[in-house]
T-cell receptor, first 114, second 113 residues
Framework: DVKVTQSSRYLVKRTGEKVFLECVQD?????MFWYRQDPGLGLRLIYF???????EKGDIPEGYSVSREKKERFSLILESASTNQTSMYLC?????????????FGPGTRLLVL | GDSVTQMEGPVTLSEEAFLTINCTYT??????LFWYVQYPGEGLQLLLK?????DKGSNKGFEATYRKETTSFHLEKGSVQVSDSAVYFC????????????FGKGTKLSVIP
């Protein structure tokens, strides 16, 4: 079974702090994704990566950056957290061989910015 | 751009009732369509998918048929159980070469005994 793990289930940070959210997948997937989930808005793509050190902006990249130094790990960085970044963050991965692929999701990190 | 519209919830049903959650989409080209489910406290998991028109996806008693003429992918189950209580997301992936999912807003289903 594919396993996608996220470093924290719950996180509380203060405005202006630098925040790191970590995601690890154990199936040698090429593609990794970061989404945020908000009530009434569904899931929105922040960034995705299709290879080590490669990244592309999703629909809402403002205020976020990402890092992918190793194939299995994809980090989401909030350079200076703001209250409007309070949300549930979901990481996902997919094989990356082309075609229609299933994305496998982690359990999510619920971030509260005070 | 691509978009997915699904019926707003919450939806509350009694056990063994029939379930329909409507989903329509707008997309260029020939998208693939998905239903994901999120159980309380968990991440999303794929429930079923369909990759071309008239395909039917099915899993765990749930079904959805890809209807190109009505741009729809409605989720159905003949007899829901309490364990089906979750949030259901309809999603699409654009045509060839695309690996970005576009999600609907989600529909919360509660099944009561």
């Amino acid at each position: 079974d594919v396993k996608v793990t996220q470093s924290s289930r719950y996180l509380v940070k203060r405005t202006g702090e630098k925040v790191f959210l970590e995601c690890v997948q154990d199936m040698d997937h090429e593609n990794m994704f970061w989404y945020r989930q908000d009530p009434g808005l569904g899931l929105r793509l922040i960034y995705f990566s299709y290879d080590v050190k490669m990244k592309e902006k999703g629909d809402i990249p403002e205020g976020y950056s990402v890092s992918r130094e190793k194939k299995e790990r994809f980090s989401l960085i909030l350079e200076s957290a703001s209250t409007n970044q309070t949300s549930m963050y979901l990481c996902a991965s997919s094989l990356g061989m082309g075609g229609v692929e299933t994305q496998y999701f982690g359990p999510g990190t619920r971030l509260l910015v005070l | 751009g691509d978009s997915v519209t699904q019926m707003e919830g919450p939806v509350t049903l009694s056990e063994e009732a029939f379930l329909t959650i409507n989903c329509t989409y707008t997309a260029t080209g020939y998208p693939s369509l998905f239903w994901y489910v999120q159980y309380p406290g968990e991440g999303l998991q794929l429930l079923l998918k369909a990759t071309k028109a008239d395909d039917k996806g099915s899993n765990k008693g749930f079904e959805a048929t890809y209807r190109k003429e009505t741009t729809s992918f409605h989720l159905e189950k003949g007899s829901v159980q309490v364990s089906d209580s979750a949030v259901y997301f309809c999603a699409l992936m654009g045509g060839a070469g695309s690996y970005q999912l576009t999600f609907g807003k989600g529909t919360k289903l509660s099944v009561i005994p």
